[in-house]
């Protein structure tokens, strides 16, 4: 039961990206005696998810476990709000924060209203205004903000974007991005080790072309295009070496090994925890994706960004020089790749370009933010 001489906050979240975000804002609300902290997992993600939660130190005091093999959004969405039932009736949040864009974030934020607490959106205001372009992403962010009432916005886009959907002004909170305060933390804990999956890539010989992709609006043709583009890239140059963790999704993995198996100076490896793949982005020479989070991360590492979408909701990176959008184009995918790779010049623009995203200290300004709302 929650303590009543305190005030109760719910964190609630189901995904890695997630996980890695609000991990420094669970920290940093749990060492403060003004609140009784409590954390609702849903695993919308299980294995990734338990591999941030270990990493971080973190234990769940309600984990729905909610994910199965193959699941739908339909089956999710409505399994997840009947799931939050018992927690929020356990619990009674006064405030139940929520994260980004996922599916555990719009129906938890759902949920929260149902029960009569308020809703504190962490990363709140990113939008492409394209509903299909993160599907179902952009419209679990505008849904989680009609309902909630604490807008902790990572820039002054964001906040353009909240103010222009009608948002009070006294509601929104520039805050920094969480992501850059875990990454700080990460890279201090990683950087005096080399993991085992990197024993045989060749880091010193070789310029590393770290790799990911997961969206939904990439499988099938998108994916095989970008594929095909990779392997060309490979069989063409002999001074690049391809490092792909694949996404379990068979959507990916399926596509990923049939195009990109058996290439010598490919490799295709099994999904990273978050300490490697910090350690890997920092080690690598640029970073091709279709991530949302790699896109504020990389930056802060100085690494370039191609990113395999035509839209994005983080168009600060792009203005600011540190992201290139090339969609699933392959020509224009092939062009920035080369461009990288044989133009000093362009390559230094992207790296030593300024993140947009924040200084490390987000984490401390939305519990100060909290602390005088509440």
């Known amino acids: 039961m929650a303590d009543s001489k305190k005030k109760t906050v719910l964190f609630v979240f189901g995904t890695r990206p997630e996980a890695i975000k609000l991990a420094p804002v669970i920290k940093y609300f749990k060492k403060d005696s003004y609140f009784d902290t409590r954390v609702c997992i849903t695993a919308q993600h299980r294995e990734l998810l338990d591999q941030v939660l270990d990493f971080f130190e973190i234990e769940a005091d309600y984990d729905l476990d909610l994910m199965k093999n193959n699941q739908d959004l339909f089956s999710l969405t409505a399994r997840a709000l009947e799931a939050l039932k018992e927690p929020l009736s356990r619990y009674k949040p006064e405030l139940v924060f929520v994260h980004g864009d996922t599916t555990t974030s719009m129906v938890a934020s759902l949920a929260a209203f149902y029960a009569g607490a308020r809703v504190g959106h962490i990363e709140a205001g990113l939008r492409t205004f394209n509903k299909q372009s993160p599907f179902p992403e952009e419209i679990n962010r505008q849904l989680t903000t009609r309902i909630a009432d604490f807008h902790f916005a990572p820039t002054e886009k964001s906040k353009a974007n909240l103010l222009a959907e009608n948002i009070q002004e006294s509601q929104i909170f520039i805050t920094g991005n969480t992501v850059i ?83 010598a100076n490919v490799s295709l490896i099994e999904p990273l925890n978050y300490p490697d793949f910090i350690w890997i982005m920092h080690a690598s020479y640029f970073i091709i994706t279709d991530s949302g989070g790699v896109q504020e991360e990389a930056p802060g590492l100085g690494k370039p960004v191609l990113v395999t979408r035509d839209t994005t909701e983080r168009p600060e990176a792009v203005t600011a020089g540190t992201v290139k959008l090339v969609d699933t184009n392959s020509i224009k995918l092939k062009s920035a790749i080369l461009e990288l790779l044989d133009q000093p010049e362009a390559y230094k623009a992207m790296s030593k370009a300024h993140n947009p995203y924040g200084d490390g200290k987000a984490s401390a300004r939305i519990l100060d933010i909290v602390k005088k709302k509440l």
């Open 181 to 263: 305060d875990a990454l700080e933390e990460t890279v201090i804990k990683v950087s005096q080790q080399t993991p085992h999956f990197a024993e045989k890539i060749p880091f010193s010989s070789k310029k590393i072309i770290l790799i990911t992709g997961h969206r939904r609006e990439n499988f099938g043709a998108g994916m095989q295009r970008i594929c095909e583009v990779f392997k060309e890239i490979a069989e063409m140059r002999q001074d690049v070496h391809l490092v792909y963790p694949v996404h379990l999704n068979p959507n990916v993995k399926n596509t990923v090994h049939e195009i990109l198996g058996n290439i």
